[in-house]
């Protein structure tokens, strides 16, 4: 399969909405009223809305869950007449649950389905190895870019615009990460690529107190660091896209969950870091992170769900 060419080639626009969207925003924000940019932003996504009407169709099938939902308690039993019409003796009116049975029952198909919410077949091992390495890796980058603008403002000066530029370089970086991931990414293996994005990314954490020394080496670490992300976040999800092939909108929604869970708690744990220890409290826990998911990833991780790694 080619599937780390065909999401490398999606993941542009999120480098292309780098380049020009967050530049345009420091501009606006620098040149007119603050309010402009989310007007813009609102235009931007009523205009995504409608272009989404003119995607084609997927063929979907019958909703078998919702459609065996009301078989599970089997079928309705049949009324028992006598020739009269009336009802035959001796036999009993069945007798209707009672709302404890009921809620009983609801309760137990509802945990049924949480816990198959969860199983992942006989690769799950690998498919949650590879869901947990990409959210802890998450979680390091988010750690340190939501405190990198205040960085960027209190030690070196940078304006909104400034910013923007800044960000028209990161976003620059992202797509150079995308195209790298849908040119090899499917010869040299995902997890490989997934393995050298992480370390790549790791190395750059750790060299982030020792490069705080100027503007320059600064943004030239930060640019590694969204390409040594890009690349190996692209493959990651490649990589987990085709961990339980006949699951595949499972895993994807659980890794997606999972890593919303993780870029929340980074609103809270950069901005303190930042704040008690400065760029030390940044880049050394984004690299215990990181090391962390390259331990996870290596150890349990399989290049695809049919065994093979």
Not at 80 to 91: C, N
Not at 149 to 175: I, K, N, P, R, S
Not at 214 to 225: F, R, S, W
Request: aromatic share 10%.
């Amino acid at each position: 399969m080619r599937s780390a060419r065909g999401i490398g080639i999606l993941e542009y626009s999120w480098a292309l909405a780098g380049i020009f969207g967050l530049s345009l925003m420091g501009l606006l924000f620098d040149h007119y009223v603050w309010q402009l940019p989310f007007f813009v932003l609102g235009g931007g996504m009523l205009a995504a809305w409608a272009l989404l009407g003119f995607l084609p169709k997927a063929p979907r099938g019958a909703d078998t869950p919702l459609a065996g939902a009301s078989e599970e308690a089997g079928p309705a039993p049949a009324a028992v007449a006598g020739e009269d019409g009336g009802p035959v003796e001796g036999l009993e009116k069945p007798v209707a649950p009672t709302v404890a049975v009921q809620s009983s029952r609801l309760a137990l198909r509802i945990a049924r389905r949480v816990v198959d919410l969860f199983e992942l077949g006989p690769n799950r091992r690998s498919a949650y190895a590879a869901i947990g390495a990409n959210c802890l890796f998450l979680f390091s980058q988010g750690h340190v870019m939501i405190a990198h603008g205040v960085w960027l403002q209190t030690e070196y000066g940078l304006t909104a615009t400034d910013l923007g530029l800044a960000a028209l370089g990161l976003g620059a970086a992202d797509l150079l990460g995308a195209v790298l991931v849908s040119l090899i990414t499917d010869r040299i293996g995902k997890k490989r690529s997934f393995q050298a994005g992480i370390l790549g990314s790791m190395l750059v954490y750790i060299s982030l107190p020792f490069v705080d020394v100027g503007l320059l080496p600064v943004i030239a670490a930060l640019l590694l660091l969204r390409f040594a992300f890009e690349y190996g976040l692209v493959s990651a999800i490649a990589l987990i896209s085709e961990q339980v092939p006949d699951r595949r909108g499972k895993v994807i929604s659980l890794a997606v969950a999972i890593n919303l869970l993780g870029l929340t708690l980074t609103g809270f744990t950069g901005p303190w870091m930042y704040t008690r220890f400065g760029v030390w409290g940044l880049g050394p826990a984004a690299a215990v992170c990181t090391l962390g998911a390259l331990v996870l990833l290596t150890v349990w991780g399989r290049e695809t769900g049919n065994g093979s790694g």
